[in-house]
């Protein structure tokens, strides 16, 4: 069921874009897009990492593994991704599996950044316990420990691959050979939440002060550009190398062009604050994350968000109940879920007919083992308490993205929402 849908998604030519990907259940907190363009992965505070079809904007996997906050995330060269977290759990992915292929030696605190090596041989991570780890993605080594002072942020490999890059609390842009030993040091003066490297060695570090700073290749602070009047907390280099996204907390993104240091324009409302954001290769377009807990996309050079010019035809369910009060509060379940008899299963299992189903016994879907053994049946009671204290707490061991519901009206809506769409009554 998984390949025949993730085919699917790939395969089927859409007339235009989706425009937002809804299904975290709390902000996003990292991106990462696969090497075709096609998939992106997100990573949220709600726990879970969500695998998107980007052209239709729908999940295509809900992936969890870890048990806080998925702080950081990347794309690897074989087609596998990795995720990093709160949890300190470093955790590597392949597509059509619904548990982590393999689980690197991870840290003692929370993970905040990943890199991947040019040559896709290494994983890099930085993390609050002070230290940065080279870890050989063959397995066959255990990891390289670099202590730095203080909790690091942001991690990147230099240009040729030889060196290590990493930015922390402290302040200090730090160039680390493949020995571990430090060779240069460029000190900015306020924390580094974010680095990117050009293909040409130049290092752009983004900083709690909201600017800029630029590093050649043998550690000369070159200049500053003041992108943000907040802390700049994510930043992504575009793939030909000519223009810089730099996120802030306070809900704007600057693009900036990388050889004139001028701000070509300002994204805003990209959702209040963005904290993450991730080019599409091999396209104009600029995929961000953030507290509204959506996944957004942007042409890049314009400035434009990307929304359908013709939209995909509407489920018969969405178009019958379109002026239900519960269909807005819906439209975050259904990047996962969807309604009509023939919608079939997504990244959640359909709900057509879910009330009255025992749980975990929907046909066709590949549940999480601690739900088969529940003695669930879903009701409108079960449905709003699933909702009212979260997948977490009422079905321990889900893959659902943590969703809460806490207004008393939203939730009653969207209840008796889906029990209208789904054919119970």
């Known amino acids: 069921m998984f390949r025949l849908l993730l085919a699917l998604l790939l395969a089927t030519p ?83 599996r619904q548990e982590p292929e393999e689980r690197p030696e991870g840290h003692a605190g929370p993970v905040a950044g990943l890199a991947v090596s040019p040559d896709g041989r290494l994983l890099a991570s930085a993390s609050w316990d002070g230290t940065a780890r080279l870890t050989p993605l063959s397995g066959e080594a255990p990891p390289t420990v670099i202590r730095q002072r203080g909790p690091l942020n942001a991690v990147a490999f230099a240009a040729d691959g030889q060196s290590l890059i990493t930015g922390g609390h402290d302040g200090a842009v730090r160039v680390i050979g493949a020995d571990g030993e430090q060779r240069r040091v460029v000190e900015t003066g306020v924390p580094v939440n974010g680095i990117v490297v050009a293909a040409d060695g130049e290092i752009i570090a983004g900083g709690a002060d909201g600017r800029l700073r630029f590093i050649t290749p043998d550690g000369a602070a070159a200049r500053e550009v003041a992108a943000s009047e907040t802390p700049v907390v994510g930043l992504a280099l575009s793939p030909d190398g000519r ?27 990209p959702g209040l604050p963005v904290w993450s954001l991730a080019f599409r290769p091999g396209t104009d377009d600029l995929v961000t994350g ?92 079960t449905i709003a308490k699933l909702f009212e204290i979260g997948p977490n707490a009422y079905t321990p061991g889900t893959k ?23 054919g119970a009554e």
């Open 290 to 381: 953030g507290g509204d807990r959506l996944v957004r996309r942007w042409r890049a050079s314009t400035g434009e968000h990307l929304g359908a010019v013709v939209m995909e035809r509407p489920s018969e369910a969405l178009a019958r109940l379109a002026d239900h009060p519960g269909a807005e509060v819906f439209r975050a379940c259904s990047a996962c879920h969807t309604l009509d008899p023939d919608g079939g299963n997504r990244a959640g299992p359909t709900l057509h007919g879910v009330i009255g189903r025992r749980i975990g016994s929907a046909a066709g879907y590949d549940y999480s083992p601690a739900l088969r053994g529940m003695d669930i049946v879903w009701g409108r009671d």
């Open 400 to 422: 659902m993205p943590e969703q809460r519901v806490t207004d008393p009206d939203d939730l009653r809506a969207l209840v008796d929402y889906i029990a209208r769409a789904t």
């Open 14 to 96: 859409m007339a235009a874009s989706a425009q937002e990907m809804r299904g975290h259940g709390g902000p996003v907190r990292a991106l990462a897009v696969s090497g075709d363009g096609r998939l992106a992965l997100s990573g949220s505070f709600d726990t879970s990492a969500i695998l998107w079809g980007v052209e239709r904007g729908l999940a295509v996997a809900v992936l969890r593994g870890h048990q806080s906050s998925v702080n950081a995330v990347a794309a690897l060269p074989d087609g596998r991704f990795a995720t990093a977290g709160e949890d300190g759990r470093i955790l590597l992915w392949r597509i059509g």
């Open 243 to 269: 223009r810089i996204a730099a996120a802030g907390i306070g809900g704007t993104v600057a693009l900036v062009d990388r050889a004139s240091g001028r701000i070509e324009r300002t994204l805003v409302g």
